[in-house]
């Protein structure tokens, strides 16, 4: 197994994980529903793209 020859420093370590960070998620307003979703994704309420329906409503779902 390898092993490093010398000790990282904890500078050397704290900028290596200045880049693990959380990011807020860009949304956009879906524009019938005016509901906010991920963009470039059809739409969990309408299951609308690009305005066209590609997933149909299950109706034995809601039951």
Request: glycine residues 6%; aromatic residues 6%; without cysteine.
């Amino acid at each position: 197994m390898a092993v490093p020859f010398r000790r990282k420093g904890k500078t050397a370590k704290r900028k290596r994980r200045t880049h693990y960070k959380l990011r807020k998620p860009t949304l956009v307003v879906d524009k019938q529903t005016g509901d906010l979703i991920l963009p470039h994704r059809v739409s969990p309420f309408t299951g609308e793209y690009k305005g066209r329906v590609v997933v149909k409503e299950d109706k034995t779902r809601e039951e």
